[in-house]
């Protein structure tokens, strides 16, 4: 039976053409084409005609419909499924690497096979050695062996240096001796960790000679490749069940403890420091940042994820509010569609707007990081501190607002929204560990700030800032212009909404400077003046998503009414900022109350011209019923139907009398509590 498209005439109001926006999204066409393929992969699970896979419920295939259901055992295991069946299909259907990756992310579940090819793989490459890599690499990309990225302890997370774990080197027999101290030296959360890896990049204090040279990364093994057992001196378990129900507790975090584990000195992995046969230290030209490399490079992929989990959000209470319809029936006709309503619509466009911000500044962040590591492999390393602060502080950015958001539009959906089957639950709680890990987001802005410190106190000694920071060159006109919006359309002058961010970024990093300049001890201003500091950081990266979007708009971006949306968009995503932030652009001085009130009034006017494209502007991020996992989000928008189908398909309506009745209710019932076995 053809489907109807409850949404169809929402669909007809668009001013675009949304096939080419779903292009400007996926950043090609080429990169539309493969996830298009790959995301229809996944959803039609097209190899479940011939193969068979018995598990609990008969779940099969990519299936996610029981996932918020199921005991963490059975979920777990299920997941080990879906991990060998995608890596089957990646095999089958020789996916490329490209392809291998977008399969992962549609199967859209966390897996070890994540920590592995995501953290694992690029930990050994950016710091093996050419011999490490050729040893190292080929049994990784076979998944001959499993691995981990170790580095958290019980006692430490953010702070890297004070790790405990140590790996001395005793030069008898050639080896290092990895163990474990303390209680609180106990490795605690690595993905994969738990209950699969075989090996691990451990990171360790590295000791020779009875000398601490500090934080270094080893490859350990683990586990058998036999049979699985810890090997002797290990002792590796999962740390827990974790927030939400299903979302990240398919993923085994682990604890690890060694007790004198021996490993051979080539183990160490040595592209930035080597430990020679008798023990001598030595450190290469290469600088230590690369140790981090990994990091970085997850954090630049973190940030292309916030902009897919906020589009998924979105796209789900975009959906919704056009279906969902509240009050104001007239004469018996239909009540008004919740979309309609300007406070829906100040929460949720910006929302809109800042996945598509997201997506552009995600994608040149991956351009920087190609660069950066291109240069480095010329030995330039002029532009890895940028490089560094600026993954962190967009990644910092992304991932609050990403998660922030993903709540938000939970709420847009009302009480349905806090249903497991309208997907938000479990996209939040999946999500909401990304402003954790890979570095917690404050201590990440934090870093952001020393580097803008660094960036003004060498603005008087002629050092001229480029890239992310070039714009404090400009430093006299920024500390005394002030704008010159004289109604609220002067706002939507590219040129009118950079330089208010500017101004606001550069005085706030100055006044930081100047009071940090008070200080005798400039650590303990630092301190002191640490939440300061954190808005100032968050003040640069937000000029630098909003200067990214506005560089995407003067590329050529063919396709009808596309660059009039996307303009519409960033226009949005930065006076909601200015709006929302009204009193860092005030304090600094750049612009009057009424230059703020013009524009909000702006905003609002915006928020009428995109309502028409809203849910256009949702589709266009390609999304698959199945990757979206929402009965809230169907692009048929058929959904009350479908709400109250899967009610019956809850466990607890296996019965109509529940069990425990017997024992629980009818001694209440019947007033016999005083003899019923409690
Ligand atoms: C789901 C998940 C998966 C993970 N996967 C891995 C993995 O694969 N491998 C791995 O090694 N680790 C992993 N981790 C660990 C993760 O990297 C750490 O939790 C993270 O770096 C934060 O460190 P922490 O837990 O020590 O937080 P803490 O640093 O203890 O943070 C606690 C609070 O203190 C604040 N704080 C800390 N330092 C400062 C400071 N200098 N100034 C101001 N405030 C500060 C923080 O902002 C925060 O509010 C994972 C964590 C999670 C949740």
């Not at 013009?598 to 609002?604: C, H, T």
Request: with cysteine; glycine share 8%; net charge neutral.
């Amino acid at each position: 039976m053809e489907s109807i498209d409850y949404l169809a005439e929402e669909r007809k109001k668009a001013e675009f053409n949304v096939d080419e926006m779903k292009i400007v999204w996926a950043g090609s066409r080429r990169a539309f084409e493969v996830s298009d393929y790959i995301s229809k992969l996944v959803a039609d699970d097209p190899d479940l005609s011939f193969i068979f896979i018995e598990c609990h419920r008969g779940i099969q295939g990519f299936s996610k419909e029981e996932r918020t259901m199921l005991p963490r055992k059975e979920l777990f295991k299920n997941t080990l499924r879906k991990s060998a069946y995608s890596w089957k299909h990646i095999i089958d259907h020789q996916l490329s690497e490209e392809e291998a990756e977008r399969l992962r992310y549609f199967v859209d579940e966390p897996a070890f096979i994540d920590s592995h090819l995501g953290v694992f793989i690029p930990a050994i490459k950016g710091q093996g050695t050419k011999e490490q890599l050729k040893k190292w690499l080929p049994l990784a990309y076979k998944m001959q062996i499993i691995g981990c990225y170790a580095q958290t302890e019980l006692g430490h997370g953010s702070n890297v240096q004070g790790l405990e774990t140590t790996a001395t080197f005793d030069p008898r027999t050639d080896e290092f001796v990895i163990h474990s101290p303390t209680l609180t030296s106990s490795k605690w959360w690595p993905g994969g960790l738990g209950k699969v890896s075989t090996h691990a990049i451990v990171y360790a204090r590295l000791i020779t000679d009875g000398k601490d040279h500090g934080i270094n990364g080893f490859i350990v093994q683990l586990r058998s490749l036999e049979d699985h057992k810890p090997l002797p001196g290990i002792t590796v378990g999962d740390i827990g069940t974790k927030f939400g129900n299903g979302a990240y507790n398919t993923m085994d975090n682990g604890v690890l403890r060694f007790d004198h584990v021996r490993i051979p000195r080539d183990q160490m992995l040595m592209r930035v420091a080597q430990v020679t046969k008798d023990g001598k230290y030595v450190q290469s030209d290469v600088p230590r940042q690369l140790l981090y490399e990994s990091m970085v490079y997850t954090r630049q992929a973190l940030v292309t994820y916030a902009s897919g989990a906020l589009s998924r959000a979105v796209c789900i209470a975009t959906r919704y509010s056009a279906v969902r319809r509240q009050f104001g029936s007239q004469n018996g006709g239909q009540e008004i569609q919740v979309i309609d309503y300007k406070t829906q619509q100040s929460r949720l466009f910006p929302l809109l707007a800042s996945a598509y911000a997201f997506r552009f500044v995600g994608e040149w962040l991956k351009w920087f990081y190609t660069d950066v590591t291109q240069r480095l492999q010329a030995n330039d390393f002029s532009t890895l501190p940028e490089l560094h602060a600026t993954t962190a502080g967009i990644k910092s950015l992304t991932t609050t607002a990403t998660a922030d958001g993903i709540e938000e539009c939970r709420k847009l959906c009302g009480g349905h929204g806090y249903l497991c089957s309208s997907g938000l639950p479990e996209l939040y709680a999946v999500y909401v560990p990304a402003c954790t890990f890979e570095g917690d987001n404050v201590v990440l802005l934090l870093q952001v700030a020393r580097f803008l410190m660094k960036t003004v106190s060498q603005l008087s000694s002629g050092k001229k800032p480029t890239g992310t920071i070039a714009y404090m060159g400009k430093i006299e006109h920024l500390m005394q212009c002030r704008s010159d919006v004289e109604q609220a359309k002067d706002w939507l002058k590219p040129s009118a909404i950079l330089e208010a961010f500017e101004a606001r970024a550069t005085r706030m990093s100055v006044a930081c400077a100047q009071s940090l300049s008070k200080f005798d001890n400039p650590e303990e201003g630092f301190q002191e003046l640490a939440p300061d500091l954190v808005e100032a950081a968050l003040a640069h990266c937000q000029l630098i998503v909003v200067s990214k979007f506005i560089e995407k708009l003067q590329q050529d971006i063919p396709g009808e009414g596309i660059k009039q949306q996307l303009e519409v968009l960033c226009c949005i995503y930065a006076l909601f900022l200015l709006h929302k932030h009204h009193g860092d652009f005030l304090v600094t001085g750049y612009i009057t109350s009424k230059q703020g009130l013009f524009a909000n009034e702006q905003l609002r006017a915006l928020y009428t011209q995109v309502r028409p494209n809203a849910v256009s502007l949702a589709d266009a991020f390609n999304h698959t019923d199945h990757f979206l996992g929402s009965i809230l989000g169907r692009y048929d928008g058929n959904v009350y139907p479908k709400l109250y189908e899967a009610a019956w398909k809850d466990p607890l309506n296996e019965s109509d009398v529940p069990d425990g009745f017997d024992e629980y209710i009818r001694p209440l019932l019947k007033q016999q509590l005083q003899t019923a076995r409690l």
